[in-house]
Nanobody, 122 residues
Framework: QVQLVESGGGLVQAGGSLRLSCAASGRISSNAMGWFRQAPGKEREFTAC????????YYADSVKGRFTISRDNAKNTVYLQMNNLKPEDTAVYYC????????????????WGQGTQVTVSS
């Protein structure tokens, strides 16, 4: 029922930064939220997730130390700050809502945005 809209993707050189936003059409403060990414020819993979109040975060090893997930529940928005981007980060990035506590498995999320393209050049 909730709609999620990602924004902030684009083309960036390796070593650069982007901040992705995920705007929800309604209140999401009771939901853990996640970011996933999907490169051409590959399955969707977990990137980061955050608890409902923002107190707990979890990251894929591939992005740990470079990406930061955060949220502003007053704005019904989740963010993904991406620093020191690498060409292997190139993918479509999706925001998703968990019905409960969050997960690294995409099939356990119940709402998805349409995605935003991130392309990192060398």
């Amino acid at each position: 029922q909730v709609q999620l809209v990602e924004s902030g993707g684009g083309l960036v050189q390796a070593g650069g930064s982007l901040r992705l936003s995920c705007a929800a059409s309604g209140r999401i403060s009771s939901n853990a939220m996640g970011w996933f990414r999907q490169a051409p020819g590959k399955e969707r993979e977990f990137t980061a997730c955050i608890s409902g109040k923002g107190g707990t975060t979890y990251y894929a090893d591939s992005v740990k130390g470079r990406f930061t997930i955060s949220r502003d529940n007053a704005k019904n928005t989740v963010y993904l700050q991406m620093n020191n981007l690498k060409p292997e980060d190139t993918a479509v990035y999706y925001c998703a809502r968990s019905p409960s506590y969050g997960s690294t498995y995409p099939n356990e999320y119940d709402a998805w945005g349409q995605g935003t393209q991130v392309t990192v050049s060398s």
